[in-house]
Nanobody, 121 residues
Framework: QVQLVESGGGLVQPGGSLRLSCAAS????????MAWYRQAPGKQRELVAA???????DYADSVKGRFTISRDNAKNTVYLQMSSLKPEDTAVYYC???????????????WGQGTQVTVSS
């Protein structure tokens, strides 16, 4: 079993910054891709940013140039540095990881519980 625990959400004014963290723990053999998704009220969950185990990154057009995803493989942790935040960035942010656990023959998708980010003056 794998647990993903997010931290770093909160209330921030427009133009401000926040850094989200997500630490994976459990019987982990290897983590492939990690990502951040978000879901605003009344909207579908959308991909914000993703990072491969090799460090390749991908971003939603709406956050390019403002958000940076990174990971620390030694700590099984993924980060999302968010800058120049806008009210439309308000959402619950979810961590995702594609993980092979010890004894498993294939990777499995795991999700965090979500952390609220609110951008408002």
């Amino acid at each position: 079993q794998v647990q993903l625990v997010e931290s770093g959400g909160g209330l921030v004014q427009p133009g401000g910054s926040l850094r989200l963290s997500c630490a994976a723990s459990g019987s982990i053999l290897s983590i492939y891709s990690m990502a951040w998704y978000r879901q605003a009220p009344g909207k579908q969950r959308e991909l914000v940013a993703a990072i491969s185990d090799g460090g390749s990154t991908d971003y939603a057009d709406s956050v390019k140039g403002r958000f940076t995803i990174s990971r620390d493989n030694a700590k099984n942790t993924v980060y999302l540095q968010m800058s120049s935040l806008k009210p439309e960035d308000t959402a619950v942010y979810y961590c995702f990881a594609d993980v092979i656990t010890r004894g498993a023959s294939a990777p499995y998708d795991y999700w965090g519980q979500g952390t609220q980010v609110t951008v408002s003056s």
